[in-house]
């Protein structure tokens, strides 16, 4: 599996941005998919993923009732809706597929990683 995320950008508080998580060479439809986010000198961080069996979705602290998950299971993506960005959003953004559905905050549990976005919030 090769995944490709997108989509990120330099926007001002407030702002909102899409990123999209493509995958290419296997379907992951099945799988859970999430998102995390490494800023400088920070470990990286869980920021949301939905699960294989029924897309639910589960978020960090964080960012909840600010960002959204969706996928689109035709054309293998997943997307990560961010609205009302905040300086402290800023970061390099991964998506990863799980080892299983089953969602995840734990790094371990995801297998394949996609090259990182950066997302960057100004104030």
């Known amino acids: 599996v090769q995944l490709q995320a997108f989509g990120g950008g330099l926007v001002q508080a407030g702002d909102s941005l899409r990123l999209s998580c493509v995958a290419s060479g296997r379907t992951f439809s099945k799988l859970a998919v999430g998102w995390f986010r490494q800023a400088p000198g920070k470990e990286r961080e869980f920021v949301g993923a939905s699960t294989g069996s029924d897309g639910s979705t589960f978020y960090g602290d964080s960012v909840k009732g600010r960002f959204t998950l969706s996928r689109d299971r035709t054309k293998n993506i997943v997307y990560l809706q961010m609205n009302s960005l905040k300086p402290e959003d800023t970061a390099v953004y991964y998506c990863?597929?799980?080892?299983?559905?089953?969602?995840?905050?734990?790094?371990?549990?995801?297998?394949?990683w996609g090259q990182g976005t950066q997302v960057t919030v100004s104030s």
């Open positions: 990863a597929t799980a080892k299983s559905g089953t969602y995840s905050t734990y790094l371990g549990s995801y297998d394949y």
